[in-house]
């Protein structure tokens, strides 16, 4: 039996912990996340989509990066994570607009010249589903861009068991409440000759850690 998106738990703290984490996420992602919107294209005046925005750190750097001829939209399940970013929103003086929906009920065609979803797919049962409805909220000739985690690829130098066990269980815990693989960012890959997909470029990056980059 197939699971539901909808009742599936949500392996993370969502809410104001949740937004918290995010916000460090995204000072260890944005370096890497800004080239990836940059080398796609995305410019003032775009109308974009933030699909599993969370507390919308993406979400306001790309409103900002659009500017006031754009918009952006962000997306999430969780609606007190929304909250937050509602009101980051408010204090940045951005115009955007974040909405509760389920990445697999995303029902919106032909609407957004850019499609995003940072760390999403992972934590869905069917992400080829929610991709499917990404692809479809793109205007013909716009652009889907994903950046998202092959989880078993975390590693530690020097090794450390005590890491190796963090990332086994992670998955353990994840399989178990959300169904589906932490292995989406190689796994979508596979999904570039689906119908509609005209050009696909991909690539892999791997952050490194606060400790190391201090070292540089
Ligand atoms: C790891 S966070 C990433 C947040 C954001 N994209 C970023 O990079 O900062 C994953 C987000 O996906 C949301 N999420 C998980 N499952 C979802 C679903 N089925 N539909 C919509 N959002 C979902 C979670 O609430 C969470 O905010």
Same mark, same amino acid.
């Given at each position: 039996?197939?699971?539901?998106?909808?009742?599936?738990?949500?392996?993370?703290?969502?809410? &104001?912990?949740?937004a =918290?984490?995010?916000? %460090?996420?995204?000072?260890?992602?944005?370096?890497?996340? #800004?080239? $990836?919107? /940059? +080398?796609?294209?995305?410019?003032?005046?775009?109308?974009?989509?933030?699909?599993?925005?969370?507390?919308?750190?993406?979400?306001?750097?790309?409103?900002?990066?659009?500017?006031?001829?754009?918009h952006?939209?962000?997306?999430?399940?969780?609606?007190?994570?929304?909250?937050?970013? &509602?009101?980051?929103? =408010?204090?940045?003086? %951005?115009?955007?607009?974040?909405?509760?929906?389920?990445? #697999?009920? $995303?029902? /919106? +065609?032909?609407?957004?010249?850019?499609?995003?979803?940072?760390?999403?797919?992972?934590?869905?049962?069917?992400?080829?589903?929610?991709?499917?409805?990404?692809?479809?909220?793109?205007?013909?000739?716009?652009?889907?861009?994903l950046?998202?985690?092959?989880?078993?690829?975390?590693?530690?130098?020097?090794?450390?068991?005590?890491?190796?066990?963090?990332?086994?269980?992670?998955?353990?815990?994840?399989?178990?409440? /959300?169904?589906?693989?932490?292995?989406?960012?190689?796994a979508?890959?596979?999904?570039?000759?689906?119908?509609?997909?005209?050009?696909?470029?991909?690539?892999?990056?791997?952050?490194?850690?606060?400790?190391?980059?201090?070292?540089?």
């Amino acid at each position: 039996m197939e699971r539901s998106s909808r009742s599936e738990g949500y392996v993370l703290r969502g809410g &104001r912990a949740g937004a =918290e984490r995010l916000r %460090l996420l995204n000072r260890v992602k944005w370096p890497s996340t #800004e080239p $990836l919107l /940059e +080398a796609a294209g995305l410019r003032t005046g775009m109308r974009c989509l933030d699909v599993g925005c969370g507390g919308g750190d993406v979400t306001l750097k790309m409103a900002a990066m659009v500017g006031p001829e754009g918009h952006v939209v962000g997306v999430d399940r969780d609606q007190s994570i929304l909250q937050l970013a &509602r009101r980051e929103a =408010e204090d940045q003086g %951005l115009p955007v607009t974040f909405r509760r929906l389920e990445a #697999e009920e $995303l029902a /919106e +065609a032909s609407t957004y010249d850019l499609v995003f979803a940072r760390y999403l797919l992972l934590h869905l049962p069917r992400p080829q589903r929610a991709v499917e409805a990404m692809v479809r909220a793109a205007r013909p000739g716009g652009r889907l861009v994903l950046e998202d985690v092959y989880f078993p690829g975390h590693y530690c130098y020097p090794p450390s068991a005590a890491f190796d066990r963090f990332v086994e269980l992670y998955q353990a815990v994840a399989r178990a409440k /959300e169904g589906g693989t932490r292995r989406s960012g190689c796994a979508c890959w596979g999904w570039r000759s689906r119908p509609g997909w005209w050009r696909y470029a991909s690539g892999s990056s791997c952050p490194p850690s606060a400790r190391a980059r201090a070292s540089w």
